[in-house]
C-alpha cells in the first residue's frame, strides 16, 4: 500500500511564457568536421613510425575528443515569449530591443570594425550572417547581444513578436 504522504509530482503544465516561438543551434559546418579530420589524421602521421595500428587508433582518439569538443560547446539560440537565450547568457524579452539581422560585408563590420567591446558576442566563424539585439535595460551596461544564426530574417521576426 503506497504512503499517504508520499509527494506525487504535479503534472508539467507549460506557461505561455514558454512557447517557443525560435530555436537554432548553431552546429559546426561541413568544413569544420573536415578540418577536425585532417587534423586527427595528424594522429597517424605522428604515430605511424610506432605502428600503423597505434597511428589508426590515435586517429580515432583525436577525432572523438575534437567531436565531443564541438558537440558540447555548441550554443543554441532560442526565443519564448518571455525570454531570449543565446549561448549560456539570457534575458528577459521585455529588456530587448530592436534587432537587425546582417549578411555579407554588412555582418563583417557587425563583427569587426563597428562592434563594441561592451557587446555580448556568441560568434561562430562558419555561420556568416549574425543578428544584432538590442538591450534596453537601463542597469546592464551591454548595449547589445550579436549572435551568428543561419536563419536571421526568423529570429528577427520572432523577436519582433510580442
Not at 514558454?18 to 604515430?47: H, R
Not at 572523438?64 to 515569449?81: D, W, Y
Amino acid at each position: 500500500m503506497p504512503d499517504s504522504s508520499a509527494a506525487v509530482p504535479a503534472p508539467h503544465q507549460s506557461s505561455p511564457d514558454e512557447t517557443v516561438l525560435f530555436t537554432e543551434k548553431l552546429w559546426p559546418g561541413v568544413w569544420i568536421w573536415l578540418v577536425a579530420a585532417g587534423i586527427a589524421g595528424a594522429g597517424i602521421l605522428v604515430f605511424a613510425p610506432i605502428s600503423l595500428a597505434a597511428g589508426l587508433t590515435a586517429a580515432g582518439v583525436l577525432f572523438a575528443i575534437e567531436a565531443v569538443l564541438l558537440i558540447l560547446s555548441t550554443p543554441a539560440v532560442t526565443v519564448t515569449a518571455g525570454r531570449l537565450q543565446v549561448g549560456r547568457a539570457s534575458i528577459e524579452r521585455g529588456l530587448t530591443g530592436q534587432a537587425v539581422a546582417y549578411r555579407g560585408s554588412e555582418a563583417t563590420a557587425e563583427r569587426g570594425t563597428r562592434l563594441n567591446g561592451l557587446a555580448y558576442l556568441c560568434i561562430r566563424g562558419w555561420i556568416d550572417p549574425v543578428v544584432r539585439i538590442e538591450i534596453t535595460d537601463p542597469s546592464d551596461p551591454t548595449p547589445y547581444w550579436l549572435t551568428s544564426t543561419r536563419r536571421p530574417d526568423e529570429l528577427v521576426a520572432a523577436l519582433i513578436r510580442k
